[in-house]
């Protein structure tokens, strides 16, 4: 261990943050996670952040583009190449700290390059999203690679959840499990917090008048947004779906997600059925979430789950899959309905009875509309789960711990 290293336990630590989303480019729940852990590990290291993108004005933060050279080549390859504009930016760490394969070869690459440890975020896992093979065509193969490398090489594996260290050790059996830590992702809870003016929900064409389940998320495989969209029809009339729902991954899947949303337009009120394709701030999220009488994440692989959180922080009683780590966060009966599924063991994570799980997911989100008091009660109990249990301040202290130990 260098001199510099050993000093590095103590004040002054430089912690290189490497991720493909940050603000105002975040799309998914790994760009949330690296905003407020950047955030709140700030008053405790020296923190740089290296992402991808349009340059940011943010002190201490390094945006890289994709190499001009790379213009036209598969996208896993080009994700590379800004993979190693990243590891050249690290020159005097002391630590990395990568977050989803989009960055872990620039943190496998630094570590090698530099002599200092590589610490991995494990928000998903290759492995058990095969269907970005339709995304990625050959490229999957190169993402595997990347993940696979860095994770097997890496000084200490966080996983968001148990659930996520036993997918890594499934995964990658030949990882030691003592260097999986556990550490939750987290919710600011002053910013989740319920949102009762009308505005934005008016504008939407959101009747307050009806009892409504609001889903939010990319439109891809693993968020299960097909399974929603046929347990829709078996929900009470009055009923309105509210899908914030964009940036699918092909167009294959957006094409399948479009004719379901025009079958249930078909059989049911078409005003019942609101679908939003852009990405809304965050603000509005918050208050479609808190008029909703039930939030839904029909999830197939979520290694944790981080928008029902967001929805529980909003008082907003939440019916999701019993899946991954979702159990974790949402307290099954207490903040909201875990729907069970079984799963074929081959990766995709899909259901062994399809029908089976769609009618459980709607009779679920059924019980929670006819009984609203029941579902405010479950919000109530959502929004302390949220702040008792799952703040950033506690999550940047449990991730600094995770760097002492391998320094």
């Not at 490497?18 to 790994?30: M, N, S």
């Not at 595997?144 to 036993?166: W, Y």
């Not at 959180?309 to 907003?316: D, F, G, N, P």
């Amino acid at each position: 261990m260098t001199d510099s290293r050993s000093n590095a336990k103590g004040a002054g630590l430089r912690v290189d943050l490497l991720t493909r989303e940050y603000p105002p480019e975040v799309y998914g729940g790994a760009g949330v996670h690296v905003e407020y852990l950047a955030r709140d590990l700030r008053p405790l290291a020296d923190v740089r952040v290296h992402c991808f993108g349009a340059k940011r004005d943010e002190p201490g933060v390094t945006a890289h583009p994709e190499p001009g050279a790379l213009a036209g080549a598969n996208a896993a390859l080009r994700t590379m190449g800004v993979d190693l504009s990243m590891a050249a930016g690290c020159a005097g760490t002391d630590i990395v700290h990568s977050h989803t394969w989009y960055a872990n070869f620039a943190g496998h690459t630094a570590k090698l390059l530099y002599g200092v440890p590589h610490v991995v975020t494990t928000h998903s896992l290759e492995p058990l999203r095969p269907w970005k093979a339709e995304q990625l065509g050959g490229g999957y193969a190169l993402s595997s690679f990347c993940e696979r490398t860095a994770i097997e090489g890496a000084d200490a594996v966080i996983a968001v959840s148990g659930g996520m260290k036993r997918d890594v050790l499934t995964a990658y059996p030949g990882v030691d499990p003592d260097r999986i830590r556990v550490v939750y992702n987290g919710i600011d809870t002053s910013q989740y917090a319920p949102d009762r003016d009308t505005d934005v929900v008016e504008r939407l064409g959101i009747d307050l008048s009806r009892p409504s389940v609001v889903f939010v998320g990319r439109i891809t495989r693993q968020k299960g947004l097909p399974y929603l969209m046929r347990a829709c029809h078996g929900l009470p009339p009055e009923t309105q779906i509210v899908l914030l729902a964009g940036a699918p991954d092909t167009p294959e899947i957006a094409a399948e997600v479009g004719e379901l949303a025009d079958r249930l337009r078909d059989a049911r009120d078409p005003k019942g059925v609101i679908w939003v394709q852009e990405m809304l701030p965050k603000h509005e999220v918050v208050q479609v979430l808190t008029h909703a009488t039930v939030f839904v994440c029909p999830s197939i692989y979520e290694p944790m789950g981080i928008v029902n959180l967001e929805a529980m922080a909003c008082e907003t009683a939440v019916v999701a899959t019993a899946t991954g780590g979702i159990p974790e966060v949402v307290a099954d009966g207490e903040t909201g309905v875990l729907v069970p599924i079984e799963q074929v063991a081959d990766g995709t994570g899909t259901p062994v009875d399809p029908d089976r799980f769609v009618a459980d997911l709607a009779a679920a989100m059924t019980a929670l509309i006819e009984d609203p008091e029941r579902a405010a009660r479950m919000g109530l109990a959502g929004r302390r789960r949220a702040v008792e249990h799952f703040s950033w301040s506690r999550i940047a202290v449990d991730t600094l711990e995770v760097y002492r130990s391998v320094l």
